[in-house]
């Protein structure tokens, strides 16, 4: 297959393309370097890029950022910013990419065990997770020839922990993570929030 990886430099994003490469054709995308760019708060950048690599067989959207702060100290711009980059970046890549992706095609997305589990601070990230998981869920129910959509809930991530210098044991490395999307990618499931802690390979 050829798949489409957004987020492609980021560390879940890079444990992905090392997963899917060996079996299939994999193109990277990353927001301000390499060969294929894109910013996902631009639809006209995910126009682009989509009506540049077609066709293509699947999407991977390992990109979106929140912000993580107490919910007394977060502003109306910081709420916007979580609206504006990880739920409608991958809501709208989901919108353009069903247009151009082939038939029986598979588009994955990206929430957090924040959605479900959440913690002080995270108010903004977990509304945002959870919507994106209502939205895969709907999104498949209507999606045209054959395509399925999933989104992956990736636990906390060791090597993010241990950058924020914090124990990495209680996450959960990438390269483990990357199980749920391989899950995603080549199965055939459809509808479904793949929960990284139980797809590992």
């Given at each position: 297959?050829?798949i ?43 126009q ?32 916007q ?30 929430s957090?065990?924040l ?87």
């Amino acid at each position: 297959m050829k798949i489409i990886v957004i987020g492609a430099t980021g560390t879940i994003g890079k444990a992905v393309v090392q997963a899917l490469s060996p079996r299939h054709q994999i193109v990277p995308v990353a927001r301000s370097s390499g060969e294929h760019r894109a910013d996902i708060t631009s639809n006209e950048s995910l126009q682009t890029l989509f009506k540049q690599v077609a066709p293509f067989d699947a999407v991977v959207i390992a990109a979106g950022e929140g912000r993580f702060k107490p919910l007394e100290e977060l502003s109306d711009e910081d709420f916007q910013f979580c609206l504006s980059n990880k739920l409608m970046g991958q809501v709208n890549a989901v919108r353009i990419a069903m247009g151009l992706i082939n038939d029986g095609g598979s588009i994955t997305l990206t929430s957090g065990v924040l959605a479900g589990e959440p913690t002080p601070g995270s108010a903004a990230i977990s509304m945002v997770g959870a919507a994106l998981e209502g939205f895969a869920r709907a999104a498949a129910l209507e999606a045209p020839r054959g395509i399925r959509v999933n989104i992956v809930s990736p636990p906390w991530v060791s090597e993010t922990l241990a950058a924020m210098g914090m124990d990495p044991s209680g996450g959960m490395p990438a390269a483990e993570v990357a199980g749920a999307y391989v899950a995603s990618v080549e199965g055939v499931e459809t509808g479904s929030v793949l929960d990284a802690r139980v797809f590992t390979f």
